[in-house]
């Protein structure tokens, strides 16, 4: 490593600050093959509830040297998207706070497009892509390895500073950086809040979850209505789930995000119950088009709204 690597790795992680990243950490590019064993048995004990592209490529998503040859680095951010903003209707159907705004791929890859291109400034003719949770890489894996946080119990990584509400990026470079040290402690301790507040009994004794039980894959991914087995504890939730992060107690002194962009808009924090129950496919898309939830598309949402609001 020459000794210009730590100067200009310390620059990428102000640039990093700069466009509003709230968390930054490098790793050297490695297979994982351990992480690549943990997910092959996940998927074949079913518990990847028929998300058949997790299954599929392991190696190449354990390897990023596979998705892009001569990698060296990979670097990883994270963006909260923490906040106390609560949908004040009474009875309305519940959104998991990632959603309150504008998608985050686009707001995550817009910051990390910028990143790339600072960092090519500064190693010229160095390759990269940027992923925003689109792409086949481990990205929880790699937030621990670059020093980001641990996986908490119900498997998703948590920042001693900020908590667990944030998104993660990641670019995967050429270029040779200084490295952070892997996280390497597991701060959940006997602590099993999260696994004990699940009302589908999804979280897993070993860090993962059951997606099959989990209500973000049944509202969200799942095609077809919420099964009528997990409605009751699907409770008013129509897209994601956030009790298990909600009872963190990693979350209870977490600082509020500072991003416009996801910020809940007070049309959406106001909308009744009836609004709710007529909400035609112009509003939904004029009030969600620019969300996570235009995913869903219209009729398989209003599905899961009128489900819940039987109950
Ligand atoms: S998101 Fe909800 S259903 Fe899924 S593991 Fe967490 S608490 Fe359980
Ligand atoms: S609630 Fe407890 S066990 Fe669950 S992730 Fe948070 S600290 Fe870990």
Redesign the pocket.
């Known amino acids: 490593m020459s000794s210009s690597e730590p100067h200009r790795t310390s620059l990428i992680r102000e640039r990093a600050f700069e466009l509003g990243f709230d968390l930054f950490g490098t790793a050297p590019a490695r297979p994982m093959p351990e992480r690549a064993e943990v997910l092959r048995l996940w998927c074949s004990a079913g518990m990847n509830a028929g998300m058949g592209y997790l299954a599929r490529d392991i190696e190449k998503r354990s390897d990023p040297r596979m998705l892009m040859p001569g990698a060296k680095s990979v670097i990883v951010t994270g963006l909260s998207y923490n906040t106390s903003a609560k949908q004040k209707g009474e009875g309305v159907p519940i959104l998991s706070r990632y959603v309150y705004g504008q998608n985050y791929h686009d707001a995550v890859k817009g910051r990390l497009t910028e990143l790339l291109g600072f960092l090519r400034d500064l190693y010229p003719g160095a390759g990269g892509v940027a992923y925003a949770d689109s792409g086949p890489l481990m990205e929880k894996a790699w937030a621990v390895e670059a020093g980001l946080g641990w996986q908490g119990r119900?498997?998703v990584v948590i920042n001693r500073d900020i908590g667990s509400f944030f998104f993660l990026g990641l670019i995967i470079t050429d270029a040779v950086l200084e490295y952070d040290r892997p996280f390497s402690e597991d701060l959940c301790g006997s602590c099993r809040i999260?696994a004990e507040?699940?009302?589908?009994?999804?979280?897993n004794d070993d860090h993962t979850?059951d997606a099959r039980?989990?209500?973000?894959?049944?509202t969200i991914e799942n095609r077809g209505p919420i099964p009528p087995e997990f409605l009751a504890?699907t409770g008013r939730?129509v897209y994601?789930?956030?009790?298990?992060?909600e009872?963190c107690p990693w979350n209870r002194m977490a600082p509020e995000h500072k991003h416009p962009e996801f910020g809940l808009p007070e049309e959406i924090e106001n909308m009744s119950l009836n609004d709710w129950l007529n909400l035609d496919e112009a509003n939904f898309m004029r009030l969600f088009g620019n969300s996570e939830v235009a995913r869903k598309k219209y009729l398989p949402f209003v599905q899961n709204v009128t489900d819940v609001a039987k109950q």
């Open positions: 119900h498997s999260c507040s699940c009302p589908t009994g999804a979280i979850i039980r989990c209500i973000s894959n049944l504890a939730r994601g789930c956030d009790i298990c992060q009872v």
